[in-house]
């Protein structure tokens, strides 16, 4: 029995090893995203869209999706930035919305609206998310969040969508906040 619970043992230390180690490599990957933006906004004074780009595929990478945007807000209005892995068809749709006012029917509205953190767990079933905007992105899962002056006044959203459905992780959340630290500061 003795060695039984040596083995048990030997499993969960390689267990926790395991996890510290990815763990590390996850803060390793966005303290490099995070540099990355850092050094194209030196590099970029006065002009967002080489910041905008390098910050929507490292949230991609980051995240494991390949659809995102990046939303002005500005008297009133909303307005896409950049965006990164969108179809024509819903390019098309998102014109619909914006420029605008604010819409509950898409995230980005009820960001701005908000001011919080906002999370779809399948748009295919939200009753009030815009379902043809759903249909021709495809995105099903979506995560965004608010983009806040250095006096905390919302100046943006960035939105990020899966194309299947799912609950989106306080990580996530924590990771995509990150990134819209970094586009007001580009902002």
Do not use: C
């Not at 060695?3 to 267990?15: D, G, I």
């Amino acid at each position: 029995t003795a060695a039984l619970a040596n083995m048990l043992r030997v499993e969960q230390l390689q267990s926790q090893i395991q996890q510290r180690a990815s763990e590390w490599r996850e803060q390793l990957a966005l303290k490099k995203a995070t540099s990355d933006v850092l050094r194209v906004i030196s590099r970029s004074p006065g002009d967002p869209m080489p910041v905008f780009r390098e910050m929507l595929a490292s949230a991609n990478r980051l995240l494991g999706t390949t659809i995102s945007a990046i939303l002005s807000y500005e008297n009133g209005l909303m307005d896409m930035a950049a965006h990164s892995g969108w179809s024509q068809e819903a390019l098309d749709r998102a014109s619909h919305f914006y420029p605008g006012p604010p819409n509950p029917a898409m995230l980005s509205g009820r960001v701005i609206l908000t001011g919080k953190v906002q999370t779809i767990n399948d748009t295919l079933t939200d009753k009030n998310y815009d379902s043809v905007t759903a249909h021709a992105a495809p995105w099903r899962r979506m995560l965004g969040v608010p983009m806040r002056s250095h006096h905390g006044r919302t100046v943006g959203a960035i939105v990020v969508g899966w194309s299947e459905p799912g609950v989106n992780s306080s990580r996530e959340r924590a990771l995509l906040q990150t990134f819209a630290e970094q586009a007001a500061i580009a902002i």
